[in-house]
C-alpha cells in the first residue's frame, strides 16, 4: 500500500493518460468534498483493489519458501527496475548528491522495508486475509501519527474511528479458541507495519511535498534495494538458500511487477481522476480478494471473527474519511 503522503504529491503529477494536473485551475486532490466517480474510475479502483490484494496473497505464498526480508528485496528491487523506464520516459533524474537521496532513503524505510518486512514477517504466522485486515488499519494509525506531531486536527469523527479500529482488531482477537500466540505474534508484527505506513505518511509530508509520485516511488525503491542488498547478504545470505519452486519465484514477481510498479501507477491515475477521499476507498476492498485468493488457492479458513472486525474496521474507515457525516448532510 502506498502512505497517504501521496495525496499531496499527487498534484504535480502528469498521468499516464496525458491528464496534466499541473493545471491550477484543476480541482485540488485534498478537496474536503469527495467528488463522484464514474464507471471508469470504479473499474480502476477495483482492479487496484485486486492488485494490492493479490500482493498479500503472493506474499503469502513467497514467504512459505523464501524468507520474509529476501522477499522484500525481490519486491523493492525488481519493481524498481519495472518503474525506471517510466521515471526516465518523463524525463526525470536520479539525485545527484546524498543530501537529494536522503528524502527519499527516508521514505524507503519507513514505507518500504519496515511496513514489508513486518507483513512478510507477520504472514509466517497468519492468513493472507487476516494480514489484509490489519493492513486496513494504515489510515488509522496515519490519522494519529499525524495528529501527534501537530500535522492534522485529531476531529471528533477521526477520533471516532480510530477507536471503532482498535475495537475491529479486538474482536479479530477475540477467538481465543482458534488464534493461537503465534498468530498473536503475526498480528502485532501486521500492526506494527501498518504503523509503519503512519510515520511514512509524516515523513512524506515533511520532505517530500510537491515531489512528483513517480519519482518519489522510484527512488524511495532504489533506495530500499540498496538497504535490503545489505540486510539480506548478511542476515539471510540467499546464495546458500534452497533453490525455491517454480510458483514461488511467479509470486514474487508478480508482487514485484503487478503488486507494487503496476499498483503504483493505478493508485497515483485515481487519485488524479477521483481525488484522495475516493482512492481511500480501496483500504477497504484490499481485504475481500486477499480473502477470496486465500480461501480459494491457500485453503485459508475464514472466520467469522475476522468478517465482523473487518466491517468495524471499514466503519472506522468511513468516520475518519468524513463520509457518513457528508452521506447524513445530504439527506437533509
Known amino acids: 500500500m502506498v502512505s497517504t503522503y501521496s495525496q499531496e504529491a499527487g498534484r504535480d503529477f502528469r498521468t499516464f ?8 485551475k484543476r480541482e485540488p486532490l485534498m478537496s474536503p468534498q469527495s467528488k463522484s466517480m464514474n464507471a471508469n474510475e470504479w473499474s ?8 494490492w490484494g493479490g500482493a498479500f496473497f503472493a506474499a503469502g505464498v513467497a514467504v ?3 524468507p520474509p526480508l529476501t522477499v522484500v528485496l525481490a519486491r523493492v528491487g525488481l519493481a524498481a527496475i519495472v518503474l525506471l523506464p517510466v521515471f526516465w520516459y518523463y524525463g526525470f533524474k536520479l539525485p545527484r548528491s546524498l ?7 527516508g521514505m524507503g524505510i519507513l514505507n518500504n522495508i519496515l511496513p514489508f518486512g513486518f507483513f512478510f514477517a507477520g504472514q509466517t504466522y497468519i492468513s493472507v486475509g487476516l494480514a489484509s485486515i490489519i493492513n486496513a488499519m494504515t489510515p488509522l494509525f496515519t490519522v494519529l501519527v499525524l495528529a501527534s506531531f501537530r500535522e492534522e486536527t485529531l476531529t471528533p469523527s ?9 475495537i475491529g482488531v479486538g474482536v479479530i482477537q477475540s477467538d481465543g479458541s482458534t488464534l493461537e500466540w503465534t498468530q498473536t505474534i503475526g498480528v502485532i508484527l501486521c500492526l506494527c507495519g501498518a504503523g509503519s505506513y503512519g ?7 515533511r520532505f517530500l511535498s510537491g515531489v512528483p509520485p513517480v519519482k518519489s516511488a522510484t527512488c524511495q525503491l532504489l533506495s530500499s534495494t540498496v538497504f535490503m542488498l545489505v540486510i539480506v547478504s548478511i542476515i539471510d545470505r540467499p546464495w546458500t538458500l534452497d533453490t525455491p519452486s517454480h510458483s514461488t519465484i511467479w509470486a514474487m514477481v508478480a508482487l514485484a511487477v503487478f503488486g507494487t510498479a503496476l499498483a503504483y501507477i493505478v493508485f497515483f491515475e485515481i487519485l488524479v481522476r477521483a481525488g484522495a477521499s475516493n482512492v481511500m476507498l480501496v483500504t ?7 480473502v477470496m485468493l486465500g480461501a480459494l488457492f491457500l485453503d485459508e479458513a475464514v472466520l467469522a471473527t475476522q468478517v465482523i472486525g473487518a466491517l468495524i474496521i471499514g466503519l472506522g474507515l ?3 474519511d468524513g463520509r457518513t457525516f457528508k452521506f447524513k448532510k445530504s439527506t437533509h
Do not use: H, N, Q, T
Not at 44 to 51: A, D, G, P, T, W
Not at 158 to 166: E, F, K, N, S
Open 44 to 51: 480502476l479502483l477495483v482492479f487496484l483493489s485486486i492488485l
Open 64 to 66: 512459505k519458501e523464501v
Open 158 to 166: 477521526r477520533l471516532v474511528g480510530v477507536l471503532l479500529g482498535a
Open 199 to 205: 510515520f511514512a505518511a509524516l515523513w512524506g509530508r
Open 17 to 24: 493518460s496525458g491528464i496534466d494536473v499541473s493545471d491550477s
Open 99 to 105: 543530501k537529494e537521496w536522503v528524502p527519499f532513503m
Open 318 to 320: 468511513l468516520f475518519i
Open 284 to 290: 477497504l476492498l484490499i481485504p475481500v480478494s486477499a
